[in-house]
C-alpha cells in the first residue's frame, strides 16, 4: 500500500504541475488508474487512497474485476479504454461509466442495441487515429463528426468527447511531437463544438498515459489514463 501510495502522490503532483504551467484547475483532470498491470486486490487499493476512476483495456478483465469489486465502498468507476469488439458489447456496456473507445458505426449500433435492451444510457468518447497508422485503431479525422451526428440520433448512447493516443517516436523530438498530436485532437474537438450543434455538449478529451500525460494536460486533457507510473515497483503478488 505504502509503495501505491507514493506512486499515486507522485503522479497527481506531476499532473498539478502540469496544471500550473498550464494555467489550469488541477481538478480539471481526472486520473484514470488502468489497472491491467495488477490483481482485483491491488486494484483496490487505488479506491482505498482516492482514486476511484479505474480502467481497464480487455473485456474479460474489466469483467472479472468490476465483479470482484463490485460491493468495494468507494465503488469504482470504470472506464474501458481498449479496443472494444462487438461480441464484447453486451457484458462490457452494462459495468462500465465511460467507454473511451467507440471507433466504428457498427460498433455504435452493437452498443445502442445493447444499452436499449438493458434501459442503460452508455457515455462514450469517439477515439480519433492522430498517427494516421492503419494497424491503429480509431476513425480518421474526416470520420469522427459523422460517427459524432450518428450518435446524437440515438436515444441510449450519449458521446461525451475524443480519445486519442499519440504516436511513439524514437529520439529527443517525442515529447514534442505527442503535444503536437494532443493539440491536434484538441482543434479537432473544437471544430466539432463550432460546427456541429449534436457536438453541442463535448467536453472530454480522453488523451496522455504514463509517458507523455503532461504534454496532454497542457493541450486540454480532462482524462489522463495512468498504468505503469501508478504500479512501479509494485507486482500483481506483493
Given at each position: 500500500?505504502?509503495?501505491?501510495?507514493?506512486?499515486?502522490?507522485?503522479?497527481?503532483g506531476?499532473?498539478?504541475?502540469?496544471?500550473?504551467?498550464?494555467?489550469?484547475?488541477?481538478?480539471?483532470?481526472?486520473?484514470?488508474?488502468?489497472?491491467?498491470?495488477?490483481?482485483?486486490?491491488?486494484?483496490?487499493?487505488?479506491?482505498?487512497?482516492?482514486?476511484?476512476?479505474?480502467?481497464?483495456?480487455?473485456p474479460q478483465?474489466?469483467?472479472?474485476?468490476?465483479?470482484?469489486?463490485?460491493?468495494?465502498?468507494?465503488?469504482?468507476r470504470?472506464?474501458?479504454?481498449?479496443?472494444?469488439?462487438?461480441?464484447?458489447?453486451?457484458?462490457?456496456?452494462?459495468?462500465?461509466?465511460?467507454?473511451?473507445?467507440?471507433d466504428?458505426?457498427?460498433?455504435?449500433?452493437?452498443?445502442?442495441?445493447?444499452?436499449?435492451?438493458?434501459g442503460h444510457?452508455?457515455?462514450?468518447?469517439?477515439?480519433?487515429?492522430?498517427?494516421?497508422?492503419?494497424?491503429?485503431?480509431?476513425?480518421?479525422?474526416q470520420?469522427?463528426g459523422?460517427?459524432?451526428?450518428?450518435?446524437?440520433?440515438?436515444?441510449?448512447?450519449?458521446?461525451?468527447?475524443?480519445?486519442?493516443?499519440?504516436g511513439?517516436?524514437?529520439?529527443a523530438?517525442?515529447?514534442?511531437?505527442?503535444?503536437?498530436?494532443?493539440?491536434?485532437?484538441?482543434?479537432?474537438?473544437?471544430?466539432?463544438?463550432?460546427?456541429?450543434?449534436?457536438?453541442?455538449?463535448?467536453?472530454?478529451?480522453?488523451?496522455?498515459?504514463?509517458?507523455?500525460?503532461?504534454?496532454?494536460?497542457?493541450?486540454?486533457?480532462?482524462?489522463?489514463?495512468?498504468?505503469?507510473?501508478?504500479?512501479?515497483?509494485?507486482?500483481?503478488?506483493?
Amino acid at each position: 500500500m505504502l509503495r501505491c501510495r507514493e506512486n499515486l502522490e507522485a503522479v497527481r503532483g506531476r499532473v498539478a504541475e502540469a496544471c500550473r504551467k498550464g494555467g489550469r484547475d488541477p481538478s480539471s483532470v481526472r486520473i484514470v488508474g488502468v489497472t491491467k498491470y495488477v490483481a482485483s486486490d491491488r486494484a483496490a487499493m487505488l479506491l482505498e487512497l482516492g482514486c476511484l476512476d479505474l480502467g481497464e483495456s480487455r473485456p474479460q478483465s474489466l469483467w472479472q474485476k468490476s465483479a470482484a469489486m463490485d460491493r468495494a465502498n468507494p465503488s469504482p468507476r470504470w472506464h474501458f479504454v481498449g479496443h472494444l469488439q462487438r461480441n464484447k458489447v453486451r457484458r462490457t456496456v452494462g459495468v462500465t461509466s465511460l467507454i473511451h473507445s467507440l471507433d466504428s458505426m457498427r460498433l455504435l449500433e452493437a452498443i445502442e442495441a445493447e444499452a436499449a435492451a438493458c434501459g442503460h444510457v452508455c457515455e462514450m468518447l469517439v477515439e480519433v487515429n492522430l498517427s494516421g497508422d492503419s494497424h491503429r485503431t480509431g476513425v480518421s479525422e474526416q470520420d469522427v463528426g459523422p460517427l459524432v451526428e450518428a450518435a446524437a440520433q440515438c436515444s441510449h448512447v450519449r458521446v461525451c468527447g475524443l480519445m486519442g493516443m499519440a504516436g511513439q517516436p524514437e529520439g529527443a523530438d517525442s515529447p514534442a511531437q505527442a503535444r503536437r498530436q494532443f493539440a491536434h485532437l484538441r482543434q479537432i474537438l473544437e471544430r466539432l463544438v463550432a460546427s456541429l450543434p449534436s457536438a453541442a455538449g463535448l467536453n472530454e478529451l480522453s488523451m496522455g498515459m504514463s509517458g507523455d500525460f503532461e504534454e496532454a494536460i497542457l493541450e486540454g486533457a480532462t482524462l489522463v489514463r495512468i498504468g505503469s507510473a501508478l504500479w512501479e515497483g509494485i507486482t500483481a503478488h506483493d
